[in-house]
């Protein structure tokens, strides 16, 4: 997987050696920037004259899938994530209410804008410099269309730095995060990639666009780790301690002050009997309940959120890991909506 990740970096360093003029290498990739952007603003102004013709709605979620796995340090597989995070939510084993009645088949409730083309952006030669800019521009065109909201499917963690600039950039301000996690993604560069998976929070902290940062569930961390909670002021909740804690952390009120809430949730942060299909097994995790009463007694404004590090390969036969992901897709679209 990792080889196949790195076709299109390999196939532009043979144009460089091959002499191909660098201005037609340019044109060509912003020609396929330039298309990439223009699908997700097409559909997500399509979405968007839907949703505020049927009217009613505050606040409307709408689905970015960002098919990414090579910022991570070890499988790649979360890339193929968000096209079976969809067909879990509508496989048609459950029905299409949500837990707190919201119902997802009304399109002012949740709409699907499609995916970022990563792989087809990687393939041009664009390298992760650009691909975080487009990343972060494709979420501020979903955010454009008002009154939709960004519901993005990834893709390995790395995502949520650009996704978090996006949403704070076009907001104005910072914004409070809850972070659901076995680790804490906040080296500073990760095996000397600043834009590493584990790297995410790092970046979103010092480019100021989070307020608070809250890391719950966190059972893998080091030195490093600690110590750059610490710098950053990072509210670092361990599942050693998690029954002191419980009460605090399902009693949450967030955002205060702020332009907003940011949810995001690394599936890994569950233990592994409810969620095996991750790339980094950590064993003493939350329970899947445990994490929606999180979620559906948090006290706030949640203005965009994110499902990352599903891998499709490591799951179960029957897609046990897929349905989890897909439910935690429903009941955060449910926490968006209104």
């Known amino acids: 997987m990792r080889s196949a990740g790195r076709m299109g970096i390999h196939y532009m360093q043979k144009l460089h050696a091959s002499n191909v003029p660098k201005e037609l290498v340019e044109k060509g990739q912003n020609r396929v920037i330039e298309a990439s952007l223009t699908l997700i603003r097409e559909r997500a102004k399509l979405k968007g004259e839907l949703v505020r013709a049927l009217g009613g709605a505050v606040a409307s979620t709408s689905l970015l899938g960002v098919p ?200 890994d942060c569950m233990d592994p009997a409810f969620a095996p299909g991750v790339s980094h097994i950590e064993p003493g995790g939350l329970s899947f309940r445990d994490v929606l009463n999180i979620l559906h007694n948090l006290q706030a404004d949640v203005v965009g959120a994110d499902v990352v590090e599903f891998n499709p390969q490591r799951d179960t036969v029957d897609g046990m890991t897929a349905m989890v992901a897909a439910k935690l897709v429903r009941e955060l679209t449910a926490k968006i909506s209104k």
């Open 68 to 267: 990414l796995g090579h910022n991570s340090s070890f499988l790649q597989g979360p890339a193929f994530a968000p096209p079976r995070i969809r067909e879990a939510m509508w496989c048609g084993s459950t029905n299409s209410t949500t837990e707190e009645g919201k119902e997802l088949d009304d399109p002012r409730i949740l709409t699907d804008v499609g995916d970022v083309p990563v792989q087809e952006l990687r393939d041009a030669g664009v390298d992760d410099d650009r691909l975080m800019s487009i990343i972060s521009e494709s979420v501020k065109l979903v955010m454009e269309e008002n009154p939709l909201r960004p519901l993005v499917l990834g893709g390995d963690h790395s995502i949520s730095y650009p996704v978090v600039r996006a949403v704070s950039e076009k907001l104005g301000g910072p914004i409070d995060i809850l972070h659901l996690d076995a680790h804490p993604d906040i080296y500073h560069a990760f095996e000397g990639n600043k834009y590493s998976h584990a790297s995410s929070f790092a970046r979103i902290m010092e480019g100021g666009y989070a307020r608070r940062l809250l890391q719950v569930g966190i059972r893998s961390i080091n030195k490093e780790g600690r110590e750059q909670g610490k710098r950053f002021g990072v509210e670092q909740y361990e599942m050693r301690t998690f029954s002191q804690d419980r009460q605090f952390l399902e009693n949450l009120k967030l955002g205060e002050g702020v332009k907003g809430v940011y949810i995001s949730v690394d599936v």
